[in-house]
């Protein structure tokens, strides 16, 4: 009887919280998730890969964020659950390398192969991130998974980038903060201001940050690393693309904004100015982010993954 209790308190968490999340989607005026029925307008990249996305992987839970290491793992994160999982190669089962330790932000890979993951990516700490910066960006060991702090006083983070000097830029979704923390440890949770900020990259020479906008007017903004007080507006949704709910932001290999989205069922391209989409498949409504494989084995180098709210990781065909 005991165990049941605690199974239906847990479930019930689960349920206010994927009620809470559609709740500030709402807000936002994102409307439904995946809608089926408007004809998407984003026009196909030139150089749009061919095939459909191939499941390579499934994580039981909400996936927010996904990143590889050099040995060509995969680490995920779990929105409901709070835990980071990896696995190891394509077709693996996935491992809980953490407990509940809050990860349901972003994640990426440091030099050293140790991980960043942000913390309070929940309503409250969305809602009241700019006010209210406590959320944490935690570092865990790959292999044991253990967890500490890297860095606290930051919005609650959806996003997580990493330059390659070692500085580590987040977002808040509810909010407008671009949080930053310098490899020397200095917190700034307000270092520039991008509405309803999602996903986020830094430019491959590390002067510049791009930042998706994923409602009410969606586009990606670049932020100057030199003048963080002028954003500028980079790209803008036309036509029903602004209903497409962008979330997730990679980086190709020619440093070109690669975005997922939610409800269009597409990944764009930043490309001459414009949005494009290099692959389109019902599979990948609800994708959250995307991430490059890297290493010669498991999660290769040059492959393109997705992951997303049903939990499922695809590689998706998609020119470099």
Known sequence: MGSNRTA???AGRRRGRGLAVLAVLGALGAGVLAPAGPSWAARRCGSAGAGGPVQVGYVPDWVESIAVDRRGRMFATAYFSGRVYRIDAPGAAPVALTGN??????????GDGRLL????NDLAHSLTGDLLPVSKLLEVDPESGAASVYASGLG???????APDGTVYTTTLGGSGIGRVTPDGRVDPAWARVPQPNG???SPDGSEVYVVQTTLAPGVYRIPVGDPGRPRRWVSTTGTDALALPDG???DGRGRPLIATHAAGEVWRV?????CAVAADPALRLSTQLVYGRGDQGF?????YRAGVDGRIYEVPAAG
Do not use: N
Request: glycine letters at 22%; a neutral charge.
């Open 8 to 10: 239906r308190r847990t």
């Open 101 to 110: 330790i809050g990860a349901d932000g972003g994640i990426v890979v440091r």
């Open 117 to 120: 993951v942000g913390t309070g």
């Open 156 to 162: 609650g983070i959806d996003g997580v980038a990493l």
């Open 200 to 202: 986020i990259a830094v």
């Open 249 to 251: 932001l990679t980086l």
């Open 271 to 275: 490309e001459d100015g414009t949005l």
């Open 300 to 304: 290769a180098a040059g492959r393109l």
